[in-house]
Antibody, heavy 121, light 106 residues
Framework: EVQLVESGGVVVQPGGSLRLSCAAS????????MHWVRQAPGKGLEWVSL????????YYADSVKGRFTISRDNSKNSLYLQMNSLRTEDTALYYC??????????????WGQGTLVTVSS | EIVMTQSPATLSVSPGERATLSCRAS??????LAWYQQKPGQAPRLLIY???TRATGIPARFSGSGSGTEFTLTISSLQSEDFAVYYC????????FGGGTKVEIK
């Protein structure tokens, strides 16, 4: 059974930093592109970032480019999101999502339950 | 960025009735379109990919159609567990989602 378990969400002040983690199990982690998708309270879904199977390619939404860094550790079946210079508009539930294939541009066949990041003074 | 527009924002339907949800792309996404269902307090669940292929375990009452810029998700006979928010997502370019359609009980 595929499982994605996010952690690391907390309340942080504007300008602060945070690192989210996602522990993956139930599939061959390094066979797939992985993504972060977020959802502000009461709002829709927004793709944030992706990382290729080997970590060699990373891409970001314009809203987070230059502030967030995605990474992965295939030896630990783990995905990360380093979030710097946080803004109030980054407040959201952050989901780890598995791409369905090796392709970078893809749909998401499994999602974690999310971890809540609140940026507030 | 490809903008995805869903309509209507809210759809009121009686159990057993048919629901038709629309999704329009600002430019062609070919058949690179997925649909997700999200219930309150839950993560999204993949329903349809490739515009018309049901994901594993998705009941046959869910069907998707369309290509290019116009797409439709049809739920043939609404069950109580189908009342939720539905999102479309294109993956022809960097992923973008529609704003969602809430299917509520009439």
């Amino acid at each position: 059974e595929v499982q994605l378990v996010e952690s690391g969400g907390v309340v942080v002040q504007p300008g602060g930093s945070l690192r989210l983690s996602c522990a993956a199990s139930g599939f061959t982690f390094d066979d797939y592109t992985m993504h972060w998708v977020r959802q502000a309270p009461g709002k829709g879904l927004e793709w944030v970032s992706l990382i290729s199977w080997d970590g060699g390619s990373t891409y970001y939404a314009d809203s987070v480019k230059g502030r967030f860094t995605i990474s992965r550790d295939n030896s630990k079946n783990s995905l990360y999101l380093q979030m710097n210079s946080l803004r109030t508009e980054d407040t959201a539930l952050y989901y780890c999502a598995k791409g369905s294939r090796l392709l970078l541009l893809d749909y998401f066949d499994y999602w974690g339950q999310g971890t809540l990041v609140t940026v507030s003074s | 960025e490809i903008v995805m527009t869903q309509s209507p924002a809210t759809l009121s339907v009686s159990p057993g009735e048919r629901a038709t949800l629309s999704c329009r792309a600002s430019q062609s996404v070919s058949s690179n379109l997925a649909w997700y269902q999200q219930k309150p307090g839950q993560a999204p669940r993949l329903l349809i990919y490739g515009a018309s292929t049901r994901a594993t375990g998705i009941p046959a009452r869910f069907s998707g159609s369309g290509s290019g810029t116009e797409f439709t998700l049809t739920i043939s006979s609404l069950q109580s567990e189908d009342f939720a928010v539905y999102y479309c997502q294109q993956y022809n370019n960097w992923p973008t989602f529609g704003g969602g359609t809430k299917v509520e009980i009439k």
